[in-house]
């Protein structure tokens, strides 16, 4: 889960490359280096361990001058963050920079160290880059013929991008199972890991197939597979501005990406819904009308916050397609021998849609028959690619490694889905489509007044800022929020948080409340507002701070919670019960934000932690 940048053209290339990085460093940041083509002198490297701040310090002090180059930027797998494990890494003529794992590579290096090669690095990668030199020592005329070539000696996942002294002015790249986009320009071409690195300089991309490879020079890509045969691919223009991955005026991408929440979901809602019909229109979900008559069993497959989205539209599909489903972690899936069949429909959902324990799951739940379906952000991404058809969210680019406004779209793609699956199946009738869809439509506005409220979350993230643990409790597709809300206080602030069924708290967490405990939860007025409310009793008895995420206006949340001590509460508007997680989780998501913030913790780019999972 590495960022990769590279440029061929006229101009010189290390701003651009830099430029790049700097949008693709929410990938990683343990490290980043550069390898430039500097005329006569062959290739020339500089690397740092750390930001890419240090990397840009060390181009001050060792400016390279040329116009081709690669970049990258390191999230540390193979070797500890260092500057000898940083990328690009060096063989003889060639550099290298590499995202994904090697699988083979224990067995390589001993192959090549016992053959006399010595490794500057402790890194899979630089075993590609030996390789590469080796074929091209071996007669490869060309430096596409040499990757390939090393290509064939690898198992694994990689997006890589070579650079050689024998082929100036030319950039090689590949992928298996790892993001890689090309930029076609004026003259120029570009490849990242990520589209935002490209918007600076071109909306008019090509996304590498699995198993392909390209050779890049001012003049356009070559596109072949790895067994030479060519392919031909015309450019698709992204409506995304380069303005939309830069920070608007706001702290934090991550702030900024929660106000943008309303407008992701109106996006993703647009050319989906017909009132009048009481429907989803068909040709944007990605699933044929037959197809959903005949499910037996929805099967979601996601990671971490996808995860928690999947959750909630388990929830929506047995309630309103009555359709049995079930939810599981795609690492789990990978290793446990599922058993899937042709009465399965597979949903795997994933923002960047190259998270790789996902794509194997789709990869096994094809291979026993199941129909795929993706839930995904990113357009021709992996695993919308490897499934048989795909619901796009159109959040745009995220670039907090928290994910927000991706999990808001990802929970309206989940209630489309299912209202689509309940009107095929005749288990929705259309006044009750009706109502749902017409909530739908009406969240964004609500959720705006939930923003208006981020000064109260405010007050409250300085209130428990210096807390060490925290809970989450919520009921139904509460639940997930709870899930949800507890990942995002963890992941920026390092606070220890738990989300739970709220039922289940008097099945253990309860021994754990105390008048140093905060307890968040969400009990807006809806079927589990009685009982959850019962749960807010048994923690106020126990001298336990209670944040509750009430419905407006309501009385008796506050008549409970009333008086100094008592509690905080959040208010969210009035609305349907399927809507509410879209407004439940802004408070939370606030909260989390100002908690880290206050902390001075690294909101955009927590610790140990990367946008892309494309390792295991």
């Known amino acids: 889960m ?121 890194t899979d990668t630089e075993i590609v880059a030996h390789l590469v030199e080796r074929a091209l020592q071996g007669g490869a005329r060309r430096l596409v013929d ?115 929440q309303p407008r992701a979901v109106e996006d993703t809602l647009r050319g989906r819904v017909d009132l009048v019909e009481g429907d989803v229109v068909g040709e944007a979900i990605g699933l044929g009308a037959d197809l959903a008559t005949r499910i037996q069993r929805v099967y979601f497959v996601a990671c971490g916050t996808s995860a928690h989205a999947a959750m909630a539209g388990r929830y929506w599909v047995e309630q309103l397609a009555r359709v049995p489903a079930v939810v599981e972690i795609g690492s789990e899936v990978r290793y446990r021998e599922p058993v899937f069949g042709p009465g399965d429909l597979v949903v795997a959902v994933s923002q960047s849609g190259e998270t790789l324990d996902t794509l194997a799951a789709v990869k096994t739940a094809k291979a026993q028959g199941a129909h795929v379906l993706a839930v995904a952000n990113v357009i021709d991404s992996a695993i919308p690619r490897a499934s048989d058809g795909a619901l796009y969210t159109h959040a745009g680019p995220e670039i907090g490694v928290a994910s927000t406004k991706c999990f808001t779209t990802q929970l309206v793609a989940m209630l489309l889905l299912a209202v689509y699956l309940g009107r095929r199946r005749g288990t929705l009738a259309v006044p009750e489509a009706r109502r749902i869809l017409d909530a739908l439509t009406q969240a964004p506005q609500r959720m705006r007044v939930v923003l208006e409220r981020e000064g109260e979350l405010r007050r409250l993230a300085k209130k428990f800022m210096r807390s060490q643990h925290m809970l989450f ?51 807006p007025r809806d079927a589990h507002f009685e009982k959850t409310l019962s749960n807010v009793q048994e923690v106020r008895a126990r001298e336990g701070q209670v944040i509750a995420i009430a419905t407006e206006g309501d009385a008796e949340v506050a008549g409970l919670l009333g008086g100094a001590g008592g509690g905080d509460v959040v ?46």
């Open 2 to 122: 590495c960022g990769i940048v590279g440029y061929v053209g006229p101009k010189q290339c290390v701003p651009i490359l830099v430029e790049g990085l700097r949008r693709l460093e929410y990938r990683g940041y343990d490290s980043a280096g550069l390898a430039v083509q500097v005329g006569s002198r062959g290739i020339e490297i500089v690397r740092a361990v750390g930001k890419l701040a240090n990397l840009e310090a060390a181009l001050q002090k060792n400016p390279l001058a040329g116009t081709t180059g690669i970049g990258h930027t390191r999230w540390a797998t193979h070797g500890r963050p260092s500057e000898a494990n940083a990328h690009p890494h060096v063989a003889g003529r060639v550099a290298v920079v590499h995202n994904g794992i090697i699988e083979n590579h224990v067995a390589l290096r001993r192959e090549l160290e016992a053959s006399g090669v010595r490794f500057a690095s402790d």
């Open 146 to 260: 040499a990757v390939r070539a090393a290509l064939a000696r690898v198992r694994g996942a990689y997006a890589i991008a070579v650079l050689s002294a024998t082929s100036p002015d030319e950039i090689v790249v590949a992928k298996a199972d790892s993001p890689l986009v090309l930029g076609v320009g004026d003259g120029e071409m570009l490849c990242a890991s990520d589209i935002p690195a490209l918007l600076a300089h071109t909306r008019r991309v090509v996304l590498l197939d699995e198993g392909e490879v390209a050779t890049l020079t001012r003049a356009g890509a070559e596109i072949t597979t790895l067994d030479g045969t060519r392919v031909e691919r015309a450019p698709k223009t992204i409506d995304w501005s380069p303005t939309q991955a830069e920070k608007g005026g706001y702290k934090h991408f991550m702030l900024k990406e929660i106000h943008e």
């Open 473 to 523: 409790l919520g009921r139904g597709t509460g639940y997930p929020v709870a899930l949800e809300g507890a990942l995002k206080l963890k992941e920026i602030s390092y606070i220890h948080a738990e989300g739970y069924a709220a039922g289940e708290m008097k099945h253990g967490p309860i021994a754990l409340i105390d008048e140093d405990m905060p307890v968040v939860a969400l009990c």
């Open 571 to 616: 208010s969210i508007p009035v609305a349907a019960p399927e809507v509410l997680p879209l407004l439940e989780v802004i408070p939370l998501q606030l909260l989390a934000y100002y908690v880290a913030d206050l902390k001075g913790t690294d909101v955009d780019q927590p610790r140990n932690l990367a946008k892309t999972v494309t390792v295991e």
